[in-house]
């Protein structure tokens, strides 16, 4: 949530004008809660949940600061995008427990993110900027019918530079076979 759906630094610097000194501004009541949305959240949110074959949960790790940003997350999640949505609210500094196809998280690393099974959209990079970006890239990625494309960019898939990161758990044999060149072809590059 923090730094993805929610403008952290926002509120946070608001927490620290309210709160001068505190070694951990985040610590105190109202910092979760008061988070606004990022420009483009709330709409690829809802765009992403409203899509026939999608199944959107989200993913936060709590603040070991602050015992309140629990239950301030959750009423985050209700106040902006409605009661139903807390069903699939899953807090945990554990990412890499979670199974799906992607993730979209700020941090590449420290939470599990490294480990998550699924691919991870690197929210904040280059290639993934901003919610617009990210939903572009789903609206490349869902086929017509509503189901995840087959067939892709796959190259931003293996490329390390790229916002997306792992090979949609594809063994080493078929990532061969996607990255094999037809016979006398060798020289296409």
């Given at each position: 949530m923090d730094h993805v759906l929610c403008d952290y630094e926002e509120a946070w610097a608001k927490q620290q004008n309210l709160f001068p000194g505190l070694e951990f501004p985040q610590s105190?009541?109202?910092?979760?809660?008061?988070?606004?949305?990022?420009?483009?959240?709330?709409?690829?949110?809802?765009?992403?949940?409203?899509?026939p074959e999608t199944d959107v949960y989200i993913l936060t790790a709590p603040s070991v600061h602050n015992s309140h940003c629990y239950s301030e997350k959750r009423d985050?999640?209700?106040?902006?995008?409605?009661?139903?949505?807390?069903?699939?609210?899953?807090?945990?500094?554990h990412k890499n427990l979670n199974k799906g196809h992607y993730l979209i998280d700020d941090m590449a690393s420290g939470k599990g993110q490294e480990s998550f099974e699924g691919s991870l959209i690197l929210?904040?990079?280059?290639?993934?900027?901003?919610?617009?970006?990210v939903r572009a890239f789903f609206e490349k990625s869902l086929d017509p019918n509503?189901?995840?494309?087959?067939?892709?960019?796959?190259?931003?898939?293996?490329?390390?530079?790229?916002?997306?990161?792992?090979?949609?758990?594809?063994?080493?044999?078929?990532?061969?076979?996607?990255?094999?060149?037809?016979?006398?072809?060798?020289?296409?590059?």
């Open positions: 105190q009541p109202g910092m979760y809660i008061g988070m606004n949305p990022l420009p483009g959240a709330i709409e690829t949110y809802r765009w992403l949940d409203d899509h985050w999640v209700e106040k902006y995008l409605g009661l139903s949505v807390v069903e699939n609210l899953i807090i945990t500094p929210f904040g990079s280059n290639e993934f900027p901003d919610w617009a970006s509503g189901s995840l494309a087959k067939t892709g960019p796959w190259d931003a898939f293996f490329n390390s530079e790229s916002g997306v990161t792992d090979d949609f758990g594809l063994n080493q044999e078929d990532r061969d076979w996607l990255n094999m060149k037809p016979e006398g072809k060798e020289d296409l590059d």
